[in-house]
């Protein structure tokens, strides 16, 4: 028995030699795969938070270049507004005016747009009403000097206030909206200038 035992001991002890060696072993490549995987997700961590912080910083860019393209959008807004504002103040401004500033401004609009031709001057119902006496007289005077000849119309031409100027069937719209719509551009670039002089 002494034989087996010692036969069985000595086998026991390789194994215990054995399986320590394997265990050490198997302790290693689980350390080494341990350590692997802690790498492959501090690597994969290091990639995700460069591309959350890329990400990050597209998403800012875009939200402010959206910003800016609101806010140019609203101050172009704002600004149109203003300019719109600033020449319907004019335009009522001028239509306002008392009767003899009024209609001397008128024939400083009829002076530029007279023709030497035979014609016909037409006033708003508003005009005809507050007609100055002498301005049918001042409106022939202003016709022959140009080396034509011009007479006011009794018939309400349908503007708000200027005049028409009709020869022979062609009419020629002098009322201040037609003034003023042909005049758009300048006007917004005057007031342009003149806001950004008060800055």
């Known amino acids: ?99 003899s500033e009024y209609f001397q401004m008128l024939e400083g609009i009829l002076k530029k747009n007279v023709r030497a031709e035979k014609g016909e001057m037409l006033l708003g119902a508003a005009d005809l009403a507050r007609l100055p006496k002498d301005f049918p007289e001042r409106v022939r005077k202003i016709a022959k000097e140009a080396g034509g000849e011009l007479t006011l119309s009794k018939e309400a031409a349908r503007i708000e206030n200027g005049f028409l100027l009709r020869y022979g069937g062609i009419e020629e719209n002098c009322s201040l909206r037609a003034l003023f719509a042909s005049r758009q551009n300048e006007m917004t670039d005057a007031v342009l200038a003149a806001l950004e002089h008060k800055k």
């Not at 035992?5 to 390789?14: H, Q, R, V």
């Not at 350390?31 to 597209?58: H, L, Q, T, Y």
């Open 1 to 99: 028995m002494a034989g087996i035992d010692k036969i069985t001991g000595e086998i026991l002890a390789s194994g215990r030699e054995r399986a320590d060696e394997i265990k050490k072993k198997a302790d290693a490549d689980a350390a080494a795969i341990f350590a692997a995987a802690n790498e492959e997700i501090r690597a994969s961590g290091e990639v995700n938070a460069a591309k959350i912080r890329e990400d990050g910083a597209k998403a800012l860019q875009r939200a402010k270049s959206q910003a800016g393209l609101v806010r140019r959008q609203t101050l172009l807004a704002a600004r149109q507004g203003l300019l719109d504002e600033i020449i319907e103040k004019a335009y009522k401004e001028l239509s306002g005016k008392p009767a």
